[in-house]
């Protein structure tokens, strides 16, 4: 073939190779170059006198090296480098066209398997990396939930040494009481055979301390490609789990005297509200200071700060039946949600304990003594499809009832039946 022939040839396998997808746009911009080069050699290897196909093998690996990895690409490229077959005046040029694409194709499949298991080498060394530096602990155990390896982090997560966890199980490191909530986690995931599933729970370490563990469970495919294997990445998340204890109770408390707030008592209403049955009654009794403004202008807020820490004490000290929980919610005053069952009785009982706290003086002061007196509002009241807000707007208005009657006194308002009173 003379310089011209080999030109049109290399230009119609280049645009050929473009047409069907095979270069990608990062190609060297020489791919006439290489496809020219590429006929040459094709074509001694077809004519020499002593038939030596490894050229064939070489090109299929340049064919890789230079990015055409497309599997379209091979059938323009035999439809072209057929021209040759047909100018070749040897006998036997069929066979040797045959053995030559044979060889082609199999550099370039060696060379694409090369390249794999290069990549292969490269991704696992990454993982590796990764896996010992992490800062987050990895750890992958098989079906049976046996750890197969865990990286330096989750060592010093669970406390053990890095050596002796390979071979234990994983529910055994979990706190008793969350092994049948991982454990079904585990199930689920192994039944739909793929996906993730995130999981909080308490881990148990060999000194006896609990801590809490926040983990992203993959299943990935073990060595080989059989059989599945469970990737677990997690974090030690003890201290967000205690401060996040930390503010939902400080969301819910009152910081002068740490007894229930407005917010907790709500919550705790729509809680019994949700579960409450027809004929179900609960009381609510709200205790108010009498003149508790004069004690701030007299004695200052500290003195009145003290007052109302105290009264917080005994109220809690007292009021110790399950049923019955006390809340500041807001000022002097202090109110007592009593649960179902409630009855007439039962607030009674309440509304005179709250008032007995009262009984002996507070002192605000070395050798100051305050004599206290209070107001007691209670309501019973059915409580099935009730509104919250509205049972403590009820038993605030029982409460102004109660001072109207006067210091020390307590008022019963019943919302089904009328009025009741001490």
């Known amino acids: 073939m003379d310089g011209s022939e080999v030109a049109d040839m290399a230009r119609d396998w280049s645009a050929a190779l473009v047409d069907c997808g095979g270069v990608p746009t990062s190609l060297p911009r020489d791919l006439h170059s290489s496809t020219t080069r590429w006929i040459v050699e094709f074509e001694a290897a077809l004519s020499a006198e002593q038939f030596d196909p490894s050229p064939a093998y070489r090109i299929g690996g340049e064919f890789v090296r230079s990015n055409l990895t497309a599997p379209t690409m091979m059938t323009p490229t035999a439809t072209v480098l057929a021209g040759l077959l047909e100018r070749s005046p040897r006998p036997d040029r069929a066979q040797r066209f045959g053995a030559l694409m044979g060889e082609l194709s199999r550099g370039y499949v060696t060379e694409l398997s090369n390249v794999h298991a290069r990549s292969r080498e490269v991704a696992d060394e990454r993982f590796r990396v990764v896996f010992e530096n992490a800062a987050v602990a990895i750890a992958l155990y098989d079906s049976d939930g046996i750890t197969l390896e865990a990286n330096p982090t989750t060592a010093r997560m669970v406390g053990m040494k890095r050596e002796d966890l390979p071979g234990v199980s994983g529910l055994d490191l979990m706190h008793p009481e969350d092994r049948d909530k991982l454990r079904q986690v585990v199930i689920h995931l192994y039944e739909r055979r793929q996906g993730t599933e995130y999981f909080e729970g308490r881990f148990r370490r060999p000194d006896g301390s ?36 930390k503010l939902w109770w400080q969301a819910r408390h009152d910081s002068l005297t740490g007894l229930p707030n407005r917010h907790f008592l709500v919550e705790r209403l729509e809680t019994i509200v949700a579960a409450a049955h027809p004929g179900d009654h609960i009381g609510l009794c709200f205790l108010d200071l009498d003149e508790f403004k004069l004690i701030n202008d007299r004695y200052g807020h500290r003195a009145g700060d003290t007052v109302l820490t105290e009264v917080g004490r005994r109220l809690d000290a007292t009021m110790t039946s399950p049923t019955a929980t006390p809340a500041r919610i807001g000022g002097d005053e202090f109110v007592a949600l009593l649960a179902p069952p409630c009855d007439d009785a039962t607030a009674h009982a309440a509304a005179e304990t709250m008032l007995a706290t009262l009984h002996d003086p507070i002192a605000i002061g070395p050798g100051e003594l305050l004599s206290m007196s209070a107001s007691v509002g209670a309501v019973v009241t059915p409580v099935a499809g009730a509104n919250a807000e509205k049972l ?15 210091r020390g006194t307590w008022v019963l308002h019943r919302t089904d039946n009328g009025s009741a009173g001490p």
Not at 212 to 231: C, F, I, P, Q, S
Not at 392 to 406: F, I, R
């Open 392 to 406: 403590l707007e009820d038993a605030d208005v029982s409460m102004y009832h109660a001072k109207a009657a006067g």
């Open 210 to 245: 609990v801590c809490w563990g926040a983990w992203t469970m993959t299943l990935v495919r073990g060595a080989g490609g059989h059989g599945l294997r469970l990737l677990a990445v997690g974090e030690d998340i003890t201290e967000r789990r205690a401060l996040q204890q």
